[in-house]
């Protein structure tokens, strides 16, 4: 049995940079030795997803092209020990149901230290 401890991969799905620069600096500076996989869509995100099976990952809802819940639901499928967070300003009920559902947890927007620590909570639950 091998005592190396395993990195933890981090894949961050949103279509903006400055929320995915954010996410990335709180967890670097919590777990400097996660490894962070980024994409700035849906699309993206389910090839990165399944290239780099990461242990993690927080998904935008609303961004170019299918929906970030649509992703997730492909994400989950193909790598179906991923912790997902669904990060969306949209807070209506129905996603908050929708992300509970498929198994990901929903937290609020804006990325905020706050919201990341929660992310962060759920991954080593």
């Not at 929906?67 to 967070?85: C, D, F, N, Q, Y």
Request: aromatic share 6%.
């Amino acid at each position: 049995m091998s005592s190396e401890p395993t990195i933890k991969k981090l894949l961050i799905v949103d279509d903006s940079k400055v929320s995915r620069m954010v996410i990335k600096a709180r967890v670097k500076a919590i777990h400097p030795d996660w490894e962070i996989l980024e994409a700035n869509n849906g699309t993206e995100g389910i090839a990165v997803a399944e290239q780099h099976k990461p242990d993690f990952c927080t998904m935008d809802i609303n961004m170019p092209g299918i929906l970030g819940t649509e992703a997730a639901e492909h994400i989950l499928k193909s790598v179906p020990s991923i912790r997902m967070v669904i990060f969306s300003a949209n807070i209506q009920e129905t996603f908050q149901d929708k992300a509970n559902a498929m198994g990901a947890v929903f937290v609020a927007k804006p990325v905020t230290e706050k919201s990341i620590a929660e992310a962060l909570r759920y991954f080593l639950g």
